[in-house]
């Protein structure tokens, strides 16, 4: 398993973009899918968005889709979630998982600690 940290998290307001990041340990970095997930407070951690392990191909959650963006950089064992056009609805923490990118899915058993994302109106 590669060790995960999510850095990057923060305050803006609605409209506004915020990158966030995960770095992760290991040198197997580029052997796993990688992930972003996210929990509100008083709801269920929902998937955000999904990178395969060769960065072929991405998938997205519907409410994200057009406005995020997620990409790798297995030179630096990272992982970042490009967020535009922020939105009160976005505010979650955010975590990063390892693991593997179906279809239309993304299965993990690894995740960091997360960071807050507070996008005020």
């Known amino acids: 398993q590669v060790q995960l940290t999510e850095s990057g998290g923060g305050l803006v307001q609605a409209g506004e973009s915020l990158r966030i990041s995960c770095a992760a340990s290991?040198?197997?970095?580029?052997?796993?899918?990688m992930g972003w997930f996210r929990q509100a407070p008083g709801k269920e951690r929902e998937f955000v968005a999904g990178i395969s392990r060769n960065a072929m191909r991405t998938l997205y959650a519907d409410s994200v889709k057009g406005r995020f963006t997620i990409a790798r950089d297995d030179a630096k064992n990272t992982v970042y979630l490009h967020m535009n056009n922020l939105k009160p609805e976005d505010t979650a923490v955010y975590y990063c998982?390892?693991?593997?990118?179906?279809?239309?899915?993304?299965?993990?058993?690894?995740w960091g600690q997360g960071t807050q994302v507070t996008v005020s109106s």
């Open positions: 290991g040198r197997t970095f580029s052997g796993y899918g």
């Open positions: 998982a390892s693991g593997a990118l179906g279809l239309v899915a993304f299965a993990s058993d690894n």
